[in-house]
Structure formats: structure tokens, C-alpha cells
């Protein structure tokens, strides 16, 4: 796929790199040189141009990407003037990075089709990794429910996966997975994760134990009160 990633700060840059070393063609634009030139050398193709102005606009790939990110974060003008610009230029597809709800409440104004919030969903995560003391990914479904997953943690240990869902204060048991001792063709040993059979009789969670979980934020929170 082909990307345009407006705004090359920490987070914009980022995502460029990502998306590129994942085979994906990324043009990148950014009003601060030095920005532009601490990624043009990961990417397809960059620019110093001012996304405010429409002329300077006007010379991006606009109607030849699949995707355009305005990750403007620190310039809440810069963010909105591009994106309404993008709107001008009959950019279909836009996804913008929101810094308060202020910001996020004028992009739905502008009907982005979806809307970043990289800071509040990292502390999201983290929240997740110091109260279930354990590594978290997560993912957002819809505005209150989350997939979730996570090393199960020791207060089930030993637990029969069949009386699991009924200690989840609600959230669903998906799917658990498990380490398993394994070589690759180099004959060097390393951890492969088995998806368990969770419906088994006598399956039990071990140390190592990797839980997916769906439930709403409140299910969620509840679930860590519970086993703190």
C-alpha cells in the first residue's frame, strides 16, 4: 500500500519507518527540516513543505495514496488547517492524530475517517501492564469494548481453564496460548506459543499462560481489583 504521513515528529515518524519496513511505499511531509531529514532515508520519498498552505499542499501525492495520516500532534492549528485543506483537495481517505478532546471534536467535524490518540492509548496500555503486573496488548473494538491480551496472571495458576470465564468478572475468554520448547531449521531452541484447547477437561492455566479477552473498560477494571 502507499501512505501519506503528514507531520514527522516522534510519532509521525515512527509510523512512517514502521509502515515502510513493512513493505508499504510511505511519502512523508514535514514543515521542520530537520525532520524531514532524519527519515527521508527510510522512505519512498520526503518533503519540506508547509501543509497549511494550499500551494505547497498541492505538490503531495494527494489523490495517489491509499492513505493519508496528518500526525500533527504539538500544533493544534496546523492539524486542522491541513486536514480541512486534505478536505478542499478531495482526500477520500484520512486519518488524523488528536491531542485533547477539543481537538478530537473539531476532527469529527471534519468526519476524518478515523482518529489517533497514540498518547492516550499507550496509556492505556501501560495502565493495563502495572495493574495486571504483566505484559498487555490491546486492542480498542468499539468505544467501550477491548480485546485484550496478557500473561495469565499467578492468581490462576493451577486454575482448570473451564472454571476460568466464570473468574473474569464478565469479559469472555477467547483463546489462551502457551511457550512451547521448539528448533528452527538452524537447530536452535526457542519459545513457540500453542494455542491450548481451553474447552479440555482437564486443562489447566500454567506459568507462561497467554490469556485473549474481550469485555467492556468497566469488566476490564473490575477484573483488576479482583486480582491485585
Do not use: W
Amino acid at each position: 500500500m502507499r501512505y501519506l504521513i503528514i507531520g514527522l515528529g516522534v510519532y509521525g515518524s515512527n509510523l512512517a519507518r514502521f509502515l515502510a519496513d513493512s513493505g508499504n511505499e510511505v511519502v512523508g511531509a514535514d514543515i521542520r527540516p530537520a525532520n524531514v531529514d532524519a527519515v527521508k532515508e527510510h522512505i519512498s520519498t520526503a518533503y519540506i513543505i508547509d501543509s497549511t498552505d494550499p500551494a505547497a499542499l498541492s505538490v503531495l501525492p494527494l489523490n495517489n495514496v491509499d492513505l493519508t495520516v496528518v500526525a500533527i500532534g504539538e500544533n493544534f492549528g496546523a492539524s486542522i488547517k491541513t486536514v480541512a485543506q486534505l478536505r478542499r483537495f478531495g482526500v477520500r481517505k484520512i486519518y488524523a492524530r488528536a491531542i485533547d478532546e477539543l481537538h478530537r471534536s473539531i476532527l469529527e467535524g471534519l468526519k476524518v475517517d478515523r482518529i489517533l490518540n497514540p498518547e492516550q492509548r499507550a496509556a492505556h496500555d501501560l495502565t493495563g501492564e502495572l495493574q495486571l503486573g504483566t505484559n498487555v496488548s490491546s486492542m480498542r473494538v468499539d468505544a467501550d469494548t477491548y480485546v485484550i491480551q496478557c500473561k495469565a496472571p499467578e492468581f490462576y495458576f493451577q486454575m482448570k481453564y473451564s472454571d476460568v470465564p466464570s473468574e473474569l468478572h464478565g469479559m469472555r475468554l477467547i483463546a489462551a496460548t502457551r511457550p512451547v520448547k521448539s528448533k528452527n531449521v538452524l537447530g536452535i531452541e526457542h519459545d513457540k506459543m500453542t494455542l491450548l484447547n481451553i474447552s479440555a477437561a482437564g486443562e489447566r492455566v500454567a506459568p507462561g499462560d497467554v490469556f485473549t479477552v474481550m469485555g467492556t473498560d468497566s469488566q476490564l477494571k473490575s477484573l483488576y481489583k479482583a486480582i491485585k
